[in-house]
């Protein structure tokens, strides 16, 4: 492999005794993203109903922000260590196992009768996302084809831009509709057909090799890994340091109102769907040049939106190509981490969600401190300076002379 430009070819793809048919593969896939779509959705749908959710369980809106933080720490948390905890297991089992848990936490958050036990709920909820994310994210390669994996790749992780397009804005009708203790069973009954629909087009994958916790500190001194975890994190904290206030944003500018945002942000989550392969397009020929490509966009889109305040057809051009350069921050990522390391492909997604997971908390609290501060202004600038600096980080790693083998 290049030190220069990563590929997503692996030299260790897994016996073909475990590849289903080629009828198959993209059945898979689609279970795949299908499972992406139902923890995303599930990890963020409190944000939707956090009035009516703290209303009925007799906290504070404030307090039942809790509901997103805690999973999304745990989270973070989990999703290294949990292949190392399960590292014998099938991948197909493992990940059933997961979406079955991620029903029952549902199923509790819907029947909570006070907010300790949603939080207890939303604490397994947290467990699952990170499972999920550590396992579905590296599968591609293992399903499809190698001209295939990129494409495929994008597909998986589509699942996550479609939850922020269709998933939460669903959820939340429905809680508004019916009540926010029917959007969690709407989302059990969500958990048990995925996992169903894995259980059938899935094939067994056993695990390729242990995940250990030695494997982490070995691919962290891997420089084209340790720098594109570095750009990860910088792209995320900076965009969610940003996009979480991204409504007072939009309400600076003249002529918008509450009917006209919600409907920039479901042309921003359009976008982001539309990123996610666009992008994923040429994070599969050349994930350094996409990354490259997403920073420098980022960084500039977000920085033009402070000077923008002043027009609404500005300001909607802006948020459109932003959704779509973001929509390609995960899909690079994992292409240029899958090349990185391929050989360690799970535990590098492991560390890959780790991170990004930190990363949302992160951001979120970072903005929040500076939007206080210094104002809405000054959250843009810090979201674009973040963007900019994984641009090194990114170009750095490029001429690293990193190996691509990971010693048990």
Known sequence: ????????????????????????????????????????????????????????????????????????????????????????????????????LLAAANLLCALAT????????????????????AVAAGLAVRLVPPASVGRATSVIFSGIAVASVLGVPAGTFLGALAGWRWSFAALSVLALTAAGVLARTLPPLPAE????????????????????????????????????????VLERVPGTGAGLISTLLLGYGVAGVAGTFAVGALAARDPRRALLAVSAGLGTVVALLVPADGSLAASTA???????????????????????????????????????????????????????????????????????????????AGHAEGAVTVPR
């Open 1 to 100: 492999m290049s030190s220069t430009t990563p590929n997503t070819t692996s030299p260790d793809r897994p016996d073909t005794s475990v590849t289903p048919a080629p009828r198959h593969s993209w059945a898979a896939v689609l279970a795949l993203a299908a499972a992406t779509f139902t923890v995303v959705t599930t990890e963020m749908l409190p944000v939707g109903l956090l009035t009516s959710l703290g209303a009925g369980l007799g906290v504070s809106p404030g307090t039942a922000g809790l509901a997103v933080t805690l999973p999304g720490l745990l989270a973070a948390v989990s999703a290294p260590l949990l292949p190392v905890a399960v590292r014998r297991t099938g991948r197909r089992t493992m990940l059933g196992a997961l979406l079955l």
């Open 114 to 133: 006070d907010f300790a036990v949603l939080l207890l709920a939303r604490a397994l909820v947290g467990v699952c996302i990170g499972g999920v994310w």
């Open 209 to 248: 090799r242990p995940v250990r916790l030695t494997t982490f500190g070995r691919l962290l001194r891997l420089p084209q890994v340790s720098r594109g975890l570095l750009a990860v994190a910088l792209l995320v904290t900076g965009h969610f340091a940003a996009y979480t206030y991204v409504r007072p």
């Open 318 to 396: 802006l948020l459109v190509v932003w959704g779509l350069l973001y929509g390609g921050v995960s899909v690079s990522a994992q292409n240029w981490l899958s090349a990185a390391a391929p050989q360690a492909r799970e535990a590098a997604s492991g560390l890959f969600a780790g991170v990004f997971n930190t990363a949302i908390a992160l951001g979120a609290f970072t903005g929040g401190r500076v939007a206080d501060a210094a104002g809405l202004p000054q959250v843009l600038c810090l979201a674009a300076a973040l963007a900019l600096l994984a641009l090194p980080a990114v170009a750095l």
